[in-house]
């Protein structure tokens, strides 16, 4: 393994998880460098969504470990991998509906669940700064009084980038953060990401759009049936035909998908 | 009429105390708890053994029963912590059926089916007090710490983990640990009702702290509105009045004003959650089917 692998920000080894017969993970290795944005590609069902909840601990490995700058993460519960400095963001976004867009906000800044959060007014003014620079940053600035449940599709999206900048973490983990974003908005959500991997925050995300993941990223992981089977720069990847034959689904006996899309 | 008067605003604050406490956890945290009346109860419970062993001081009282009732909470917040919804709705009933076995069988504690008699009159620091001046700052008090709590950082946790736990944890919040407290301080307030209840009435026994008072209790909370801070208050108020309201009507025959007291609440119940689902003070947008 080289050096650059070891010092990784995030890294994991030989993760596997299997749900009944079903080898969802089937031992991956990754390492996800400082400072740049790692996609993981793959078709439906190759594992993604699966190895994001066996990092940050949702779901338990049945083998393999993780660590966070050194520091094993194996067995660690959510929060407590939060805490390390892994945010993570949802498919299907989980934002606190019934807040405001603020307080979803600034919800993410308060860690302590005890009845009250630790450092005082100078922390409570530090927090709130944290929140609202990270409202600027995703332009929900003039709607932080509305409640995220009202909020557009595009926005929705990134009040929970907006949590996850306010969380001050290192290390990202983006489930679909661009799918269904206009050409605008992603410009916009792809300067964040250059902003973020500037200040060497460590960027993995998942993306089914190759054009995204072209523009977006500084590595690809390709995984199938759990497994990482190539990883590289954008453009060997994507180039590579074997891979885009597993992508678009016409790999293995090609008559059988051909009658399954005719039945 | 004064004595009248005064025992109804007595009542009110205790139930105004419970409907406040319930409301925390129901209201901000999403733990639908049907077994208030538990914690009610084991309150009255500890605040009456001290009374009768020790000595009627009503803070002493207070404070033994918000820990006994607090401490006892993790029996809530177990499987507060495992489950939601409908599934804890149906682990806190099994709570308060364990619970009332336990009121009318443990003699020693509870005095049995019999309950406890001769709770003496309450002192403060040994001077004679009435329950309800104590009881109304307490709830002045409870309503407080609520507002307190459910402005600040900790109702925000609340709120996010009531609305989407697995995001909540992901940002680095301890669930369980917020659940816990958020439980334990409900049950606590709870205990500090019951307490006065002892105190106020000199006599507890197990039918005060049946699974009817419970779903009272909750009915309170959801026709005032839930996470709001007068809600609970104000469905306290018109649950309380509307049995005194109705025995004065001189067209209800006395044997008759049960039965019409049920009727009004059912109607009430249906009618408010078809038109204000949220309750009298709660948010209009929330709760509707189409939201």
Same mark, same amino acid.
């Not at chain 1, 050194?70 to 989980?94: C, E, H, M, N, Y």
């Not at chain 1, 669940?113 to 609202?132: L, N, S, T």
């Not at chain 1, 410009?187 to 759009?209: K, W």
């Not at chain 2, 108020?237 to 044997?255: K, M, N």
């Given at each position: ?263 | ?41 084991l309150g009255?419970?500890a ?15 207070c404070l033994f029963a918000a820990a006994i009732a607090g401490g006892l909470?993790?029996?809530? /917040? *177990?499987?507060?912590?495992? &489950?939601?919804? +409908?599934? %804890? ?5 099994? !709570?308060? @059926?364990?619970? =009332? ?83 334990g301080?409900?049950?606590a307030?709870?205990g500090v009702?019951?307490?006065?209840? /002892? *105190?106020?009435?000199?006599? &507890?026994?197990? +039918?005060? %702290? ?5 779903? !009272?209790? @909750?009915?309170? =909370? ?70």
């Open positions: 393994m080289s050096a650059a692998r070891e010092d990784a920000p995030l890294r994991c080894e030989g993760l596997a998880r299997s749900f009944g017969g079903l080898q969802a993970v089937a031992g991956v290795s990754l390492a996800l460098p400082a400072g740049q944005v790692t996609a993981l590609v793959g078709p439906n069902g190759a594992g993604k969504t699966t190895l994001f909840n066996l990092i940050t601990g949702n779901l338990r490995a049945d083998a393999g470990a993780a660590w966070v700058r050194g520091r094993p993460i194996t067995g660690l519960k959510p929060w407590q991998v939060a805490r390390l400095g892994v945010a993570r963001s949802f498919q299907d976004l989980r934002l606190f509906t019934h807040m405001t867009v603020r307080d979803n906000v600034l919800a993410a800044t308060e860690r302590s669940a005890w009845f009250w959060q630790p450092g005082g007014a100078a922390g409570r003014k530090r927090r709130q700064a944290a929140a609202e620079a990270a409202l600027e940053a995703t332009g929900l600035a003039a709607l932080a009084g509305a409640r995220a449940i009202d909020l557009a599709y595009a926005e929705r999206k990134f009040l929970s980038l907006a949590r996850i900048l306010a969380a001050e973490a290192d290390i990202w983990l983006l489930d679909e953060p661009a799918s269904g974003l206009d050409p605008a908005s992603r410009t916009r959500f792809a300067e964040l990401l250059r902003a973020a991997t500037g200040r060497g925050v460590a960027i993995c995300l998942i993306e089914h759009n190759l054009d995204v993941v072209a523009e977006l990223s500084d590595r690809i992981a390709f995984l199938d049936q759990g497994r990482v089977i190539a990883e590289g720069d954008p453009r060997s990847i994507l180039r590579d035909p074997a891979l885009a034959a597993i992508y678009f689904g016409d790999r293995h006996e090609p008559a059988t998908a051909a009658a399954e899309t005719t039945a | 009429m004064i004595a009248y008067l005064s025992n109804l605003a007595t009542q009110l604050a205790i139930f105004g105390i419970l409907a406040a406490t319930l409301n925390f956890i129901v209201g901000y945290a999403g733990i639908f708890s049907i077994a208030h009346a538990v914690f009610f109860g009255a419970y605040g009456a053994q001290i009374a009768l062993l020790l000595v009627p001081d009503v803070v002493l009282a909470s993790l029996c809530l /917040a *177990l499987p507060a912590l495992r &489950v939601r919804g +409908e599934y %804890f709705v149906a682990a806190s009933l099994g !709570l308060q @059926m364990v619970a =009332v076995t336990l009121f009318a069988e443990l003699k020693p504690l509870t005095g049995g089916i019999g309950g406890l008699v001769g709770i003496p009159l309450p002192t403060l620091f040994g001077v004679p007090v009435g329950v309800l001046p104590v009881a109304l700052a307490a709830l002045a008090l409870v309503l407080l710490a609520t507002a307190l709590l459910a402005r600040g950082a900790f109702g925000r946790t609340l709120t996010a983990i009531r609305d989407a736990e697995s995001a909540a944890e992901a940002l680095g919040k301890n669930v369980a640990a917020a659940k816990t407290l958020a439980v301080f409900a049950c307030g709870a009702a019951g307490a006065l209840y /002892a *105190l106020h009435t000199s006599f &507890v026994n197990v +039918e005060s %702290f049946t699974m009817e008072y419970s779903v !009272l209790v @909750m009915a309170m =909370v959801i026709i005032g509105g839930t996470g709001t801070l007068w809600g609970p208050l104000i469905g306290t108020v018109i649950l309380l009045s509307l049995p005194a309201g109705l025995a004065f009507l001189p067209f209800i025959p006395p044997s008759e004003v049960g039965a019409i007291q049920q009727i009004l609440y059912g109607l009430a119940m249906t009618l408010l959650m078809i038109f204000r689902p949220a309750g009298l003070v709660g948010d209009l947008s929330r709760g509707r089917a189409t939201a």
